[in-house]
C-alpha cells in the first residue's frame, strides 16, 4: 500500500532551521504532484508548498515565500521542505500528500494520500 513517511521535525529557536523529508513507497513516485501542508492547534490544515512531478515547477503559500523551499529526488522517492528563518507562527504539525494529478494544487482535497505528519515547534 501507498506509505508517506514525514521526517525531520523537531524543537528549534526563532530564526533556525530544519528540512523535513518525506519518503514515499508503494505508489510510482515521478508520478505524483508532491505538496506540504501543516496544520496548528485549532486551526485548520493550510497549504505550505507543492512541487511538480519533475521538480520544474513549485508553488508555495505566500507566508512562507522566500523561506521555505520545497525541492524532490525522483530515483529516491522523496520529497524535501527544507524551512529557513523559522518563526513561532510556523509550529504546526507538517504532512505531506501526493496528488496524481497533473498539476500543482493548494488545496487538500485534491490530494490522495498523506503522511502521519511530523511536529515543528518554534520557541520565541
Known amino acids: 500500500q501507498v506509505q508517506l513517511v514525514e521526517s525531520g521535525g523537531g524543537l528549534v529557536q526563532t530564526g533556525g532551521s530544519l528540512r523535513l523529508s518525506c519518503a514515499a513507497s508503494g505508489l510510482t513516485f515521478s508520478n505524483y504532484v508532491m505538496g506540504w501542508f501543516r496544520q496548528a492547534p485549532g486551526k485548520e490544515r493550510e497549504f505550505v508548498a507543492a512541487?511538480?512531478?519533475?521538480?520544474?515547477?513549485?508553488r508555495y503559500a505566500d507566508s512562507v515565500k522566500g523561506r521555505f523551499t520545497i525541492s524532490r529526488d525522483n530515483a529516491k522517492n522523496t520529497v524535501y521542505l527544507q524551512m529557513n528563518s523559522l518563526k513561532p507562527e510556523d509550529t504546526a504539525v507538517y504532512y505531506c500528500?501526493?496528488?496524481?494529478?497533473?498539476?500543482?494544487?493548494?488545496?487538500?482535497?485534491?490530494?490522495?494520500?498523506w503522511g502521519q505528519g511530523t511536529q515543528v515547534t518554534v520557541s520565541s
Open positions: 512541487i511538480n512531478r519533475s521538480g520544474s515547477s513549485t
Open positions: 500528500a501526493a496528488d496524481d494529478s497533473t498539476w500543482v494544487a493548494a488545496i487538500p482535497t485534491r490530494y490522495n494520500y
